[in-house]
């Protein structure tokens, strides 16, 4: 693994060496290793996530090696540098048609995938459901037992190479046509209503106490989040702006099902 991570960093800054054929095998088992799960763009250690930056720059510097291809399914051709993802079987994921992931993305067996989309350089955890027409980004990482309910944006980050992917953790609920991006990371049971738009700069205020708390970047753990807005002022005036608010806490407990369900009704979050 050492001598791979030293081909691909040196290749990086000097794409000349791209021509290797050495190089092109570097860059194509690290891509093959993110694909069978060895390797992930960012891991959990301890209560961080660590970004492999070396793993993601091979990723990106394997678009320049690959060829234009065209790609038959049954009637429908597609025309691209990265094959389809195959052995689903073998696997033990659920692909329902038109699910289209990418190779260079790991689904661990036990997901299921609806009819979306799942980019390179992708984790996907085992019990996860990849719900109608949701999309996750390049790199990204989708713990196990999430679900990422129907139209979820899940941004992908594949440059600058130290950014953080955008992360949702375990057992985590995404409601539907939510968006998060930019590396923000939805810590573990936290519970997204339909519509929350999720990037950097968004304010995410706790408004279960006697004063608000403001997060950015980051969902607790266990949150209960709907969309909301506030008021900010602008040279033209006062106007509102979108956020996302913290009305509660999921309950700890060992059944995270039956806590989301007590969680979506007591809250009324809608999904």
């Given at each position: ?70 790609i038959e399914v049954g009637p429908f051709e ?194």
């Open positions: 693994m050492q001598k791979l991570q030293e081909i691909i960093l040196t290749a990086w800054e000097d794409r000349s060496l791209l021509q290797s054929m050495e190089t092109q095998q570097a860059i194509r088992e690290v891509v093959s290793l993110v694909d069978k799960g060895t390797l992930r763009v960012a891991e959990p250690v301890d209560d961080q996530w660590q970004v492999n930056e070396w793993v993601k720059k091979a990723i990106v510097l394997y678009f320049p090696i690959q060829q234009m291809a065209t597609f025309h691209d540098k990265i094959p389809l993802k195959k052995n689903y079987a073998a696997q033990g994921v659920r692909v329902v048609p038109h699910a289209i992931a990418r190779y260079g993305c790991f689904i661990e067996k036990g997901a299921i995938l609806m009819p979306s989309y799942v980019n390179i350089g992708a984790w996907v955890g085992e019990g996860t459901m990849v719900d109608t027409w949701a999309t996750v980004g390049s790199c990204a990482q989708i713990g196990r037992h999430v679900h990422l309910s129907g139209g979820v944006g899940i941004g992908g980050v594949l440059e600058p190479p130290q950014a953080a992917p955008t992360i949702i953790e375990d057992h985590c609920f995404i409601g539907s046509r939510c968006i998060v991006v930019e590396g923000v990371r939805v810590r573990r049971e936290a519970v997204l209503g339909a519509n929350v738009v999720l990037t950097q700069s968004t304010h995410i205020i706790d408004v279960t106490g006697s004063s608000p708390l403001i997060y950015k970047g980051e969902v607790p753990e266990r949150a209960v989040v709907i969309p909301g807005s506030y008021t900010k002022a602008f040279p033209a005036g006062d106007y509102q702006v979108n956020c996302a608010l913290i009305i509660g806490q999921r309950k700890p407990a060992t059944d995270t099902k039956v806590s989301l369900n007590e969680a979506l009704r007591e809250y009324h979050v809608a999904v």
